[in-house]
């Protein structure tokens, strides 16, 4: 299993990285409106991500298996970081997640599941050498104090003990999704002429590591799972229970996992956790376009703080290049050898392939999903 160190990305894929980064969020926070209908008709959370991430793995498989045709080797190579992201970052995310939304208010523990961004800053420094920088540092703090305003964290009730550790346990497995998609399947891995294992191979795997997992969780007992193929109640209408799953698993989750995947490796994971916490804002939207649950003026502004954290930290990243490489030259005394092993941030120079995923990483290396807003039922989920 690698994990890929942060680096900015080049001025050519860094559009496409954005581009990719957004779209993952928008789709990952539409994931509250359409588990909001299957909770309401008596489904448990754990039966709607169950089934969202299985029918995404079915979904994918023909797209993988044709993307796998020659290059079976690269998936039994990276066999351990699949497992982690399908384990983790996938099933046991979403565990924790829920886990901690038994215990304490949804608001609070998607706040602290979304302090993930900044386990990927301290990741990338104690493990890289990556130093934040200062705009790294008010950007982080802005994002985090939009997050605060945007789930509206009011009220008295009191906060677990447990379920604080359940947060910070979803926090370290949205960290693990950003820093798996970003490094896995590093050229590095396996030498100069390995590649990298497409998004839709990645998110194919790891969505069956994660379903199989919840699977034998919820057969055992371990995890409550309940479902109903009645009617459920969907935008005003009535609709078949498939329609929400459709959309859970296919916007929600194929589109989700794969734009994420590609969005982390292009832009590094640190860049594309901070961009992650607009799903927040999407969710809100989407609470808002679909449920008819109008945001308040701090949520709005709470937005704002978002969207000028993410802009501080993409400033930070354009600002910077190359600074842990040239330090770590100076400390070897210039440019390794012939023969040696490249350092990691090197490897993130590498040209982007045809296919558009690089032989070297550009980056780092969670989506969460509800929102204060869509509360109850919709944002047990990123989970959803």
Known sequence: MTIASSRPARPGPGGAGLSLA????????????????????????????????????????????????????????????????????????????????????????????????????????????????????????????????????????????????????????????????AGLGSARAGGPDAEALPPIVMAWAGMWVGAISLGVLGWSGLLPMTATTRQVGFLGHRVSWLVPVLGLSLVAAVIAYVAGIGAARRLGAKLASFIGMSEVLFAVLFAWLLLSQLPTVLQFLGGAFILAGVALVRLDELHGPGDVVQEGQRRRGGRPAPGQQRPVEALADGPLRPDGFGDGLEGDLLPAEQVGGIASGAVQQREL
């Open 22 to 181: 957004v779209l993952s969020a928008a789709t990952f926070g539409t994931s509250g409106a359409f588990a909001a209908s299957l909770i309401g008709a008596g489904w448990s959370p754990a039966a709607a991500v169950c089934a969202r991430v299985a029918v995404a793995a079915l979904i994918l498989t023909v797209p993988a298996l044709l993307q796998l045709r020659g290059r079976w080797a690269g998936l039994r190579r990276n066999a351990a970081g699949v497992a982690a992201y399908g384990l983790i970052a996938v099933a046991g995310c979403q565990l924790f997640y829920f886990n901690a939304v038994a215990r304490m208010p949804v608001g609070v523990a998607l706040l602290l599941e979304y302090l993930g961004a900044v386990l990927v800053v301290g990741w990338l420094w104690l493990r890289h050498g990556q130093r934040p920088r200062r705009l790294t540092v008010i950007g982080a703090a802005t994002a985090i104090t939009g997050l605060v305003l945007v789930l509206n964290l009011t009220g008295t009730a009191r906060i677990s003990l447990a379920g604080v550790m359940w947060g910070l346990l979803a926090a370290v497995g949205l960290a693990s999704y950003f820093l798996l998609s």
